[in-house]
């Protein structure tokens, strides 16, 4: 009798690369697809050996999967998965760092300049048919201003080889100092805050990091003070930020990210000296794919028993003997 196939299950439709890798290869249950989700889940719940997500997962679902090996997160982030909870249960939970990386830094520079020199309300301003009436007003510039980065990881790094092209002085605040770099240290935000023109904001998100930026560190930010965030939402207190946006404490903001997403506050978003973007730093098709491959990567070699290919530090995994 041939042995049964592993099963997986996959939260939300995942992306057609996991879909097509999967299939023959192990038996594929799709929550979101299921009439009855509680049925899905109480009929195939101790079958499942792996959970392969771009979202949420806490100590309830896991409980309800009592075999479950590896959760597999689509995404650098995993602040949304309890990795705690799941290195209590012995399971592993991998991620995507690395593959996308590069797209987030040419984003997080793309955001910056356009914030900065206004490049969406230029476009506009054009559009509108202002330009032959009067030229579009002067904006700010990246010459001659100092850029923090809150978060040197492997983004923040990537962002701040991406400035160093530009010219500018380069401050970062982090857990510690970083050996290896010549950049300027701070050891508190808010000395970064004070010390620099423009804060981007790389650094992980989860309960530890919630709010971090709020309205202390954005007013020593300043009047010329831009913030960029790409990294979660939850980093930078909204309220916050959108009152020191409508008083001039700050002079703009580019964020990609936003603390509950996809929903953005009406009052932030009808502010002219912000440009806003739907969660997209990693979203570019070839991005993607590589995020893709490495969810199916990790999930294959777990079960040809090569163990995880990108263990999250909560769940390392040392082969046995």
Same mark, same amino acid.
């Given at each position: 009798?041939?042995?049964?196939?592993?099963?997986?299950?996959?939260?939300?439709?995942?992306?057609?690369?996991?879909?097509?890798?999967?299939?023959?290869?192990?038996?594929?249950?799709?929550?979101?697809?299921?009439?009855?989700?509680?049925?899905?889940?109480?009929?195939?719940?101790?079958?499942?050996?792996?959970?392969?997500?771009?979202?949420?997962?806490?100590?309830?679902?896991?409980?309800?999967?009592?075999?479950?090996?590896?959760?597999?997160?689509?995404?650098?982030?995993?602040?949304?998965?309890?990795?705690?909870?799941?290195?209590?249960?012995?399971?592993?939970?991998?991620?995507?760092?690395?593959?996308?990386?590069?797209?987030?830094?040419?984003?997080?520079?793309?955001?910056?300049?356009?914030?900065?020199?206004?490049?969406?309300?230029?476009?506009?301003?054009?559009?509108?048919?202002?330009?032959?009436?009067?030229?579009?007003?002067?904006?700010?510039?990246?010459?001659? @201003?100092? *850029?923090? /980065? &809150?978060?040197?990881?492997?983004? #923040?790094? !990537?962002?701040?080889?991406? +400035?160093?092209?530009?010219? =500018?002085?380069?401050?970062?605040?982090?857990?510690?100092?970083?050996?290896?770099?010549?950049?300027?240290?701070?050891?508190?935000?808010?000395?970064?805050? @004070?010390? *620099?023109? /423009? &804060?981007?904001?790389?650094?992980? #998100?989860? !309960?530890?990091?919630?709010? +971090?930026?709020?309205?202390? =560190?954005?007013?020593?930010?300043?009047?010329?003070?831009?913030?960029?965030?790409?990294?979660?939402?939850?980093?930078?207190?909204?309220?916050?930020?959108?009152?020191?946006?409508?008083?001039?404490?700050?002079?703009?903001? #580019?964020?990609?990210?936003?603390?509950?997403?996809?929903?953005?506050?009406?009052?932030?978003?009808?502010?002219?000296?912000?440009?806003?973007?739907?969660?997209?730093?990693?979203?570019?098709?070839?991005?993607?794919?590589?995020?893709?491959?490495?969810?199916?990567?990790?999930?294959?070699?777990?079960?040809?028993?090569?163990?995880?290919?990108?263990?999250?530090?909560?769940?390392?995994?040392?082969?046995?003997?």
């Amino acid at each position: 009798m041939a042995e049964a196939p592993v099963e997986i299950l996959l939260l939300r439709k995942m992306h057609p690369l996991v879909e097509k890798a999967f299939a023959g290869r192990y038996g594929v249950h799709r929550l979101a697809e299921a009439a009855d989700p509680e049925a899905l889940l109480a009929e195939i719940g101790p079958r499942i050996r792996a959970l392969c997500v771009g979202g949420g997962v806490d100590e309830a679902l896991m409980d309800r999967l009592p075999n479950l090996e590896l959760i597999a997160n689509f995404g650098v982030g995993y602040d949304a998965v309890d990795a705690a909870g799941a290195q209590r249960r012995g399971i592993v939970v991998t991620n995507t760092p690395d593959v996308l990386t590069d797209e987030v830094a040419d984003l997080a520079l793309g955001l910056t300049l356009a914030t900065l020199r206004r490049i969406p309300q230029a476009d506009r301003y054009l559009r509108d048919g202002h330009w032959p009436k009067a030229p579009f007003p002067l904006t700010a510039s990246l010459r001659g @201003r100092r *850029v923090g /980065i &809150l978060g040197l990881g492997r983004i #923040g790094r !990537a962002i701040a080889h991406r +400035l160093e092209s530009f010219g =500018v002085a380069i401050d970062y605040h982090g857990r510690s100092r970083q050996a290896d770099v010549a950049y300027t240290y701070h050891d508190t935000l808010i000395g970064l805050a @004070r010390a *620099v023109h /423009i &804060l981007i904001v790389v650094a992980p #998100g989860g !309960a530890d990091t919630r709010n +971090l930026v709020d309205a202390a =560190v954005l007013e020593a930010l300043g009047p010329e003070g831009i913030l960029i965030n790409v990294a979660r939402g939850t980093l930078v207190d909204e309220a916050a930020l959108t009152a020191a946006l409508k008083a001039g404490t700050i002079l703009g903001a #580019g964020l990609d990210v936003f603390e509950n997403e996809p929903h953005v506050p009406a009052d932030l978003a009808a502010l002219d000296n912000t440009v806003l973007l739907p969660h997209v730093g990693s979203a570019s098709e070839h991005t993607r794919a590589a995020m893709a491959q490495l969810v199916v990567d990790n999930v294959v070699s777990w079960f040809e028993g090569r163990g995880p290919l990108t263990p999250v530090a909560e769940t390392p995994w040392r082969p046995t003997a």
